[in-house]
């Protein structure tokens, strides 16, 4: 784990060696210790420390970026030496404005020793706990717990001068019985004392046992019940088409065009919200520039997307702090959204429900046509059946084909209690979500 | 670095041979370079340079591994003290001790033979192809919007492990690609790609960026985007199917390449990437395919994106047969997951650079060439559809029940392509499936087709894979909704 004091030198000597009209210095830096499992035995199990320091450097509105894993001084004022070489080589880019200047950000509390010091024996002791508990049901465990350490440093020739580090705790477990019945469980939190094991266990192992003896249900649309992470995903795959500037400006984005319109259900409001004390986003993005508050949807209307400074200067607003890494092409990307939550408790969704589908979660979502919102999966570990208001037997897996602002208008009741949700460098707070008439096939496997 | 790694190497290793049953150290240095365009402007190049060392231990029949980008003596010895520590831990929770396959002892080094040098190259030069590319798309009146990109990764390796291997390896990657579309209103967009959706990527130099014949195609891939706004909806009901080779890849690739990972099969991505339906009763029995599939993973295959010298076990490349007459007979596997079943390796176990730890990826994969071109296959569809290009993709955590879909299509009607179909998808389930394929297309019209970005593990490792492919025909598919 680099400390502020070394990040800070080594920023400051791409700055120094820089002879570009501007210049900006991003260090990333994460350690990683991950115990991985499957057959309840221990199968993978590691600690990787990496970091990278990206230069960009801009010289006449021409752009270069060159990044190196080195970390000396002089292999960072090479890097800056090599960004500019290649943003001589290349065109003037008009639409660049400017780098972003120095920003206030509010600090939240995104670092825990707890997590960082998380040894391979206490991971090893987590998973043995669930062996032993899974074991005891005759039942075996898959799954990984990983403890992450990240480091962001910003510096840049305008005064921006950005540091943080921030701790991920993040469990998730496959419970799996003989007939192949499963169960799955997932947990997230800054500090890894806050992962709840017991009740992860618990969940995952109450639904391997009920997942016995699955029923095959017709093809045809059904009421569901889709459990926080169910909603997760579908939110996740929302943002990749549709809540970033740059699909937005490019007109590839499902929100162009329509913002102030219903899109979608009134029950749906989303808010990318790094400030929120729960999920306690980093403060500013990889541009250094604080992160805000954004509403994506309200009430069903479309309301706006996340900027970073260059698709912002091409919108005539301000960045939002959404830039991703100086190497990623994606543009700005939510990675803190919060979906508000309803009335009810999921017992009282599963009782008012005369007959329909309970889902766990999806699997290999993909999109089959990103500007109508339709993505495709599958069910996985924890699909039931419900009847008159009670959960009666296990479903074998079914396909979804869906539209997710469909699914989302078609929202009829929303959990009170919302949970933590992460994928892959996303974290999301998201409710369990009642939706009638959703898409679901038999599988033909 | 390598040179300055190779020289404390020796030293650790009988270090930690006292201490552990198997050790080895990895050591690479990744150079990458991308450079790309969205319409018409030139998106800021990318350099870089990523180092680092691992070892990986086996110590009571449990791994450790610990890696890190600051290559220093002192490191390498405290990575090899953690490495001890982690797999300490794993034996505590182990009720199993896990064996090895027999690997032989060896000094060896491989290079990718390539004749020019991509990083050799100006930038300027490389992004006036690009803008190049760019002017053809636009000379389609209607397009609104496109992409280009060139993509090169040079990767040196420094194997060494206490069975005494010593290996080194340099591998030469390059990739290119390009798209191009138009917007209909606030609903539609219509997207053409080539040579495929993700580009097209090999080992070698730079020449060969010019056999993936790109301008030549930039024209008609443009016509068909824009011609999609026409085209007709995809029809529902069983048919006949051609794949065209890119697509026939990726149906490989999800639907024989993923369920043949022998981790897979063994649960070991249970929690994440799933499981495999093939399991190890079925080998010698299962008819997977019809007989005219015939399959097998060679990493030795002359410029396949999976082309190496040997893998992150230090296991030599070679051919190892999969599917012979459509029937199981063999798996991807790692030195771990091959003992299991009592067979070798088949050099399949690699790693995603050098902070992660060797898992059973695919290779490259050659389905074998079979009698019929493509308009000899045509030619005896009465009614069906003809499918190009690569747009969805998804299949269950057990790699059976798939849905995919390409770019474009064209009805069949009386051995002839008929009218354009937009968003075309199929479904099925895998082993029924390939017992549908009637038709292996042809030598003359087979591409080795290059997959940058093959998803797997915890956390996330992309692999580069390959699969090669002509046409393929099958009877009575699902199409559509």
């Excluded at chain 2, 691992?54 to 791994?63: C, E, K, Q, T, Y």
């Excluded at chain 2, 490389?126 to 992409?147: A, H, M, Q, V």
């Amino acid at each position: 784990m680099i400390s502020r004091e070394d990040t800070r030198r080594l920023l400051q000597a791409g700055l120094d060696a820089s002879k570009a009209d501007q210049t900006e210095v991003v260090l990333i830096g994460e350690d990683l210790s991950l115990t991985r499992f499957a057959e309840s035995q221990i199968h993978q199990n590691l600690y990787r420390s990496d970091t990278m320091i990206h230069v960009r450097a801009i010289k006449e509105k021409r752009i270069g970026i060159a990044s190196t894993g080195r970390l000396n001084t002089e292999a960072v004022a090479a890097a800056a030496r090599e960004a500019l070489a290649i943003a001589e080589l290349v065109p003037a880019d008009e639409d660049f404005a400017s780098l972003p200047g120095k920003a206030d950000f509010r600090e939240l509390k995104t670092f825990y020793q707890s997590t960082a010091e998380f040894s391979p024996t206490q991971r090893a002791e987590v998973v043995g706990k669930l062996v032993k508990a899974c074991a005891e049901h005759k039942l075996k465990t898959a799954g990984a717990y990983r403890n992450y350490v990240e480091t962001v440093g910003v510096m840049n020739s305008l005064g921006v001068d950005s540091f943080n580090q921030s701790t991920r705790a993040e469990l998730s477990a496959t419970v799996v019985g003989d007939s192949g019945n499963s169960g799955w469980g997932i947990a997230y939190s800054r500090d890894t004392n806050a992962i709840d094991v017991g009740e992860l266990t618990e969940v995952a192992i109450d639904k391997a046992l009920r997942s016995v003896n699955p029923v095959k249900l017709e093809s045809g649309q059904y009421t569901v019940i889709l459990e926080p992470a169910a909603v997760g995903q579908l939110l996740l795959f929302l943002a990749f088409m549709g809540f970033g500037g740059k699909t937005f400006y490019q007109h590839r984005s499902f929100m162009a065009g329509k913002i102030g319109e219903q899109i979608t259900g009134e029950k749906i409001t989303i808010v990318e919200d790094p400030l929120n004390p729960e999920i306690a986003g980093t403060p500013f993005d990889y541009e250094g520039v604080p992160r805000q508050q954004v509403p994506l949807v309200e009430r069903g209307v479309a309301k706006g997307v996340v900027y970073n400074s260059y698709y912002a200067n091409l919108a005539g607003v301000k960045s939002t702090g959404h830039a991703l890494p100086p190497d990623n092409s994606y543009g700005p990307y939510p990675k803190h959204m919060t979906m508000a939550g309803g009335e009810h408790t999921l017992k009282e969704m599963v009782a008012a429900t005369e007959r329909g589908v309970y889902i766990t979660h999806f699997w290999y979502v993909n999109f089959l046509n990103p500007m109508q919102t339709m993505v495709t999966g599958t069910t996985r570990d924890g699909t039931f059946l419900i009847e008159n208001g009670e959960i009666t037997s296990a479903v074998e897996n079914m396909r979804m084909s869906q539209s997710i602002l469909e699914a989302f208008s078609n929202a009829t009741m929303l959990s009170k209690q919302r949970k933590l949700y992460p994928q892959y460098s996303v974290v999301m707070l998201v409710p369990a979500m009642k939706v009638d008439n959703f898409n679901l096939e038999a599988l033909e496997g | 670095m390598i040179d300055k790694i190779e020289k404390h190497s020796e030293s650790i290793l009988t270090y930690l041979a006292g201490k552990c049953e198997y050790a080895d150290l990895r050591a690479e240095e990744i150079s990458s370079e991308r450079l790309s365009t969205s319409s018409r402007t030139t998106n800021p190049p990318e350099k870089s340079d990523s180092t680092g060392i691992a070892i990986r231990v086996l110590r009571n029949g449990s791994w450790g591994f610990a890696a890190t980008s600051q290559v220093s003596e002192k490191n390498l010895k405290r990575m090899a003290d953690l490495a001890l520590e982690i797999a300490a831990a794993s034996a505590s929770v182990n009720s199993e001790k896990l064996e090895l396959s027999e690997l032989p002892a060896v000094t060896d080094e491989y290079s990718t033979p390539f004749e020019q040098d991509p990083f050799a190259l100006s930038l300027s030069e490389k992004n006036d192809l690009l803008l190049g590319w760019e002017d053809l798309i636009y000379k389609t009146e209607g397009i609104s919007s496109s992409s280009t990109f060139l993509d090169f990764r040079r990767i040196q390796k420094y194997f060494q492990a206490t069975n005494g291997s010593k290996l080194r390896q340099t591998l030469m990657q390059c990739g290119a690609g390009v798209s191009c579309g138009m917007v209909m209103g606030h609903r539609e967009r219509y997207e053409r790609s080539f040579p495929t959706a993700s580009g097209q990527f090999v080992t070698g130099g730079f020449e060969q960026i010019a056999t993936f014949k790109i301008e030549e195609n930039i024209e008609r891939i443009a016509s068909e985007a824009l011609a999609l706004k026409d085209a007709q909806e995809c029809p529902s009901g069983e048919m006949t199917v051609i794949l065209s080779p890119d697509l026939a890849s990726l149906q490989i690739h999800e639907s024989i390449g993923h369920p043949l990972e022998l981790d897979r099969v063994f649960g070991s991505e249970r929690n994440f990437s799933g499981t495999s339906f093939a399991t190890p009763d079925k080998l010698g029995k299962l008819q997977y395919g019809s007989e005219i599939i015939n399959l097998f993973s060679d990493p030795a295959f002359p410029g396949g994106l999976a082309t190496y010298g040997y893998d992150d076990e230090g296991v030599k490349a070679d051919r190892v047969p999969l599917l012979q007459k459509g029937v199981l007979v063999g798996y991807l596997s790692s030195r771990e997951t091959a003992q299991r079943v009592g067979m070798a390796s088949s050099a399949a176990a690699r790693a995603d650079g050098w902070g992660n730890v060797p898992l059973v990826r695919m290779t490259n994969l050659i389905l074998e060439p079979g009698e019929q071109k493509f308009a000899d296959m045509l030619s005896e569809v009465d009614e069906g559809i003809y499918i190009e290009g690569t747009s969805t993709w998804s299949i269950d955590d057990n790699r059976e029940d798939f849905n995919l879909g390409g770019e474009v299509g064209w009805e069949i009607k009386g051995g002839k392509l008929g009218a354009m179909i937009k968003s075309p998808t199929y479904s099925g389930s895998t082993v029924d499936f390939w017992n549908k394929c009637d038709s292996v297309g042809h030598r003359d019209e087979w591409v080795l087709w290059g997959t940058p970005n093959c998803g797997k593990g915890e956390p996330g490792q992309n692999a580069r894979t390959a699969q090669g492919a002509a046409y393929l025909r099958f009877r009575n598919v699902k199409v559509g909704a």
